[in-house]
């Protein structure tokens, strides 16, 4: 079936260096993708969303990246700080007769170095 | 937050008792979820909800049932819960799930553990 899954389990970075997260997804007809992070402890909270007729978004220090002919996306974090330690999801739609779920990738853990 | 709470945040059992979880929103949405969340898992879906008594299956709703009996509650149960259903529960609510573009926002968790 179709999945989302991510490049890397963990990722390390020195902080105020950039972030780079990864994420391959299989649907080719999916139109929609969000980027959610979460924090120990807590549910995930959205970061930021892109729609498939758009190859780049950018938000406060964050930018996501559609290359819609590999399937991948990247969540793009300027100057990491040691707030930016969590987990990050990628998720895209899947729609039924009821509206729209989501299925979500596994994460990628990101840890930000002193 | 989105208004969402849920209870209780942490919840210690044995194996066939039965365990109720409930999520409580205050903005009246129409559309709530919960997920379960494992590691190397990452969310899946149980069981949704796009109204008052309407409800549906998720990926992973075997041992699970779900009730909705008004708009600003979902429950859900474990009829008999087995250590392998031990987790972390998210419910979640999305501003109106039949539309294209809407990010679900996610309440703080449930923690269960079964022993």
């Known amino acids: 079936g179709e999945s989302v899954g991510l490049h890397l389990p963990t990722l390390s970075v020195q902080e105020g260096d950039n972030s780079i997260i990864n994420c391959a997804y299989s649907?080719?007809?999916?139109?929609?993708f969000i980027w959610y992070k979460q924090e120990s402890g807590k549910g995930p909270q959205f970061i930021i969303d892109?729609?498939?007729?758009?190859d780049k978004r950018q938000g406060q220090r964050v930018t996501v990246l559609l290359n819609k002919t590999v399937k991948h996306l990247s969540l793009q974090i300027a100057a990491t700080q040691p707030g930016d330690s969590a987990v990050y999801f990628c998720?895209?739609?899947?729609?039924?007769?009821?509206?729209?779920?989501?299925?979500f990738g596994p994460g990628t853990r990101l840890s930000v170095l002193p | 937050d989105a208004g969402i709470t849920q209870s209780p945040r942490h919840k210690v059992t044995e194996t066939g008792t039965p365990v109720t979880l409930r999520c409580h929103q205050t903005?009246?949405?129409?559309?709530m979820y919960w997920y379960r969340q494992d590691p190397g898992h990452g969310l899946r879906l149980i069981h949704y909800?796009?109204?008052?008594?309407?409800?549906d299956k998720g990926e992973v709703s075997d041992g699970y049932s779900v009730s909705r009996s008004k708009t600003e509650d979902f429950l859900l149960t474990l009829e008999s819960a087995t250590s392998s259903q031990t987790s972390v529960y998210f419910c979640?609510?999305?501003?109106?799930?039949?539309?294209?573009?809407?990010?679900?926002?996610f309440g703080p968790g449930t923690r269960l553990t079964v022993l």
């Open positions: 979640a609510i999305s501003v109106s799930g039949g539309a294209l573009y809407n990010e679900q926002f």
């Open positions: 649907n080719s007809a999916s139109d929609y």
């Open positions: 892109i729609r498939s007729n758009m």
């Open positions: 998720a895209e739609p899947f729609r039924d007769n009821y509206g729209q779920n989501f299925v």
């Open positions: 903005e009246n949405h129409r559309y």
């Open positions: 909800s796009y109204g008052v008594k309407d409800t």
